[in-house]
T-cell receptor
Framework: DQQVKQNSPSLSVQEGRISILNCDYT??????FLWYKKYPAEGPTFLIS?????DKNEDGRFTVFLNKSAKHLSLHIVPSQPGDSAVYFC???????????FGKGTKLSVIP | DAGVIQSPRHEVTEMGQEVTLRCKPI?????LFWYRQTMMRGLELLIY????????DSGMPEDRFSAKMPNASFSTLKIQPSEPRDSAVYFCASTLGNTQYFGPGTRLTVL
């Protein structure tokens, strides 16, 4: 049973445009969400997070939106840059622990 | 800080051999996680430790896999005997709070 779903395995976007990566979850106990970014041959690195008490968190070119009623998250990158090409994972911690549940990831390709 | 350190970065071994993967977490972090990444299953949590004590090992695939954390600065993941289906990238991560910091991974190939 996949508690975290990233239904788009890949996404291609032109440089300068907006990239939107989506994540759906089923566990209503998740109260904090993290996005990780992964380059080939490297470990995932933390990108941005959002608490369930907020519906938006912004950090530079990266904004995460949370719709709790729909159990849906989205990560917006604007403007997209070629260096943003990576795999992006949505990963909420389980309630009461630091154990992360990772989605399958979305591979973003930003075309120059 | 050097971040999470894993060794070796690459390991090629033959089926039936014992494999030991090593991890040094970030100093001061009290939780350590072992993950496996494959094309088919993505990133899977194998086991995690809190204050050197194994908390949840339900992700360990079978008895051939074992993990230890003898002290706060070192952990091992052992596979004995190894099988070709164990080929994957194995990541170690550590945390003091919600954000986990990952090592660069060990790419294991079992022939």
């Amino acid at each position: 049973d996949q508690q975290v779903k990233q239904n788009s395995p890949s996404l291609s976007v032109q440089e300068g445009r907006i990239s939107i990566l989506n994540c759906d979850y089923t566990n209503s106990m998740f109260d904090y969400f993290l996005w990780y970014k992964k380059y080939p041959a490297e470990g995932p690195t933390f990108l941005i997070s959002i608490s369930s008490i907020k519906d938006k968190n912004e950090d530079g070119r990266f904004t995460v939106f949370l719709n709790k009623s729909a159990k849906h998250l989205s990560l917006h990158i604007v403007p997209s840059q070629p260096g943003d090409s990576a795999v992006y994972f949505c990963a909420p911690p389980s309630a009461g622990s630091y154990q992360l549940t990772f989605g399958k990831g979305t591979k973003l390709s930003v075309i120059p | 800080d050097a971040g999470v350190i894993q060794s070796p970065r690459h390991e090629v071994t033959e089926m039936g051999q014992e494999v030991t993967l090593r991890c040094k977490p970030i100093s001061g972090h009290n939780s350590l996680f072992w993950y496996r990444q494959t094309m088919m299953r993505g990133l899977e949590l194998l086991i995690y430790f809190n204050n050197n004590v194994p908390i949840d090992d339900s992700g360990m695939p079978e008895d051939r896999f074992s993990a230890k954390m003898p002290n706060a600065s070192f952990s091992t993941l052992k596979i004995q005997p190894s099988e070709p289906r164990d080929s994957a990238v194995y990541f170690c991560a550590s945390t003091l709070g919600n954000t986990q910091y990952f090592g660069p991974g060990t790419r294991l190939t079992v022939l």
